[in-house]
């Protein structure tokens, strides 16, 4: 097995937003802000190459939507996900398998396509099998007022009408279970949204932790540091306590999806909590 981070691009998003009721004053000494109150964020994703399989987990947003809709979100870097696939040595259509750990659009936006004769959407990976989970898409399918905005149905739909969804089966009433699928460890979290899919993966000797959006960036290792986007909050905070408890017991390595300035953290027990250990770069682990 080979691991690849894949940078998909970076944006912003509204600090307040991303830190929900935790005052400004605290968030910004991890998270600064600009003068419209915008933080840095990243698309980073994973490609994992296993055998003849080529999984890629999460998309980022992709680049379909109008330049109004990317106004929103300050797009800024060089990352796309074309290019970091080809640093990588591979096509998007070299890609067997896209795991989704949940179908909002900074997600799963780079899933699909404008169709080239301007008619619709086409899947970006034509020969990929697209994951996620029954319980999740129902939910993203029939959003709510709160998360519709999220749910942008161009991003979802042509994964079923192409013939390429899957759905990942949960076979236990634990959070945790080994995929038979895919072969790899999934948490399954439902504070943010209903069933996100944590990947859990073991890879020479250490164990990484896909972090997604119940740990969006280091500055969010404190319990209450929660995003206003979760739809149940209270939840998270139990989530997010069993997560960083095993990840301080059991020396996880966590990759941050989100975090434009941080890769790979580690996190260890203090008398304040669960607090950040060290940082690394892929490279630095891995290499």
Same mark, same amino acid.
């Given at each position: 097995?080979?691991?690849?981070?894949?940078?998909?691009?970076?944006?912003?998003?509204?600090?307040?937003?991303?830190?929900?009721?935790?005052?400004?004053?605290?968030?910004?000494?991890?998270?600064?802000a600009d003068a419209n109150n915008m933080i840095d964020?990243?698309?980073?994703?994973?490609?994992?190459?296993?055998?003849?399989?080529?999984?890629?987990?999460?998309?980022?947003?992709? =680049?379909?939507?109008?330049?109004?809709?990317?106004?929103?979100?300050?797009?800024?870097? =060089?990352?796309?996900?074309?290019?970091?696939?080809? $640093?990588?040595?591979?096509?998007?259509?070299?890609?067997?398998?896209?795991?989704?750990?949940?179908?909002?659009?900074?997600?799963?936006?780079?899933?699909?396509?404008?169709?080239?004769?301007?008619?619709? !959407?086409? +899947?970006?990976?034509?020969?990929?099998?697209?994951?996620?989970?029954?319980?999740?898409?129902?939910?993203?399918?029939?959003?709510?007022?709160?998360?519709?905005?999220?749910?942008? $149905?161009?991003?979802?739909?042509?994964?079923?009408?192409?013939?390429?969804?899957?759905?990942?089966?949960?076979?236990?009433?634990?959070?945790?279970?080994?995929?038979?699928?895919?072969?790899?460890?999934?948490?399954?979290?439902?504070?943010?949204?209903?069933?996100?899919?944590?990947?859990?993966?073991?890879?020479?000797?250490?164990?990484?932790?896909?972090?997604?959006?119940?740990? +969006?960036?280091?500055?969010?290792?404190?319990?209450?540091?929660?995003?206003?986007?979760?739809?149940?909050?209270?939840?998270?905070?139990?989530?997010?306590?069993?997560?960083?408890?095993?990840?301080?017991?059991?020396?996880? !390595?966590?990759?941050?999806?989100?975090?434009?300035?941080?890769?790979?953290?580690?996190?260890?027990?203090? =008398? $304040?909590?669960?607090?950040? $250990?060290?940082?690394?770069?892929?490279?630095?682990?891995?290499?």
């Amino acid at each position: 097995m080979t691991l690849h981070p894949i940078e998909s691009g970076n944006f912003k998003l509204d600090g307040g937003a991303m830190f929900g009721v935790v005052p400004k004053s605290l968030w910004t000494r991890t998270n600064p802000a600009d003068a419209n109150n915008m933080i840095d964020m990243a698309a980073r994703c994973l490609l994992i190459e296993d055998g003849d399989r080529l999984i890629l987990i999460d998309t980022g947003m992709g =680049d379909k939507q109008s330049e109004k809709f990317f106004g929103y979100y300050y797009m800024w870097g =060089d990352h796309s996900l074309d290019a970091s696939l080809a $640093k990588a040595g591979f096509h998007r259509d070299d890609i067997t398998d896209v795991f989704l750990t949940h179908l909002h659009f900074d997600h799963c936006g780079g899933c699909i396509i404008n169709n080239p004769n301007g008619n619709g !959407y086409l +899947p970006a990976f034509k020969n990929a099998k697209f994951w996620t989970n029954e319980n999740h898409w129902n939910w993203a399918v029939n959003p709510n007022a709160r998360e519709k905005a999220s749910f942008l $149905k161009e991003n979802i739909l042509p994964m079923q009408d192409s013939g390429q969804l899957n759905f990942i089966k949960k076979t236990t009433k634990d959070s945790f279970q080994t995929s038979s699928e895919l072969d790899f460890g999934i948490f399954f979290a439902d504070g943010h949204t209903e069933k996100q899919m944590i990947p859990r993966i073991d890879y020479k000797g250490k164990t990484l932790v896909f972090a997604a959006d119940l740990l +969006p960036t280091a500055g969010h290792i404190p319990l209450p540091y929660v995003m206003g986007y979760d739809t149940r909050p209270l939840l998270t905070l139990d989530e997010k306590a069993q997560f960083l408890n095993e990840a301080a017991d059991h020396n996880h !390595y966590i990759f941050l999806e989100h975090d434009a300035h941080n890769e790979i953290i580690t996190v260890q027990h203090t =008398d $304040k909590g669960v607090r950040l $250990k060290d940082t690394y770069t892929f490279n630095q682990l891995f290499k």
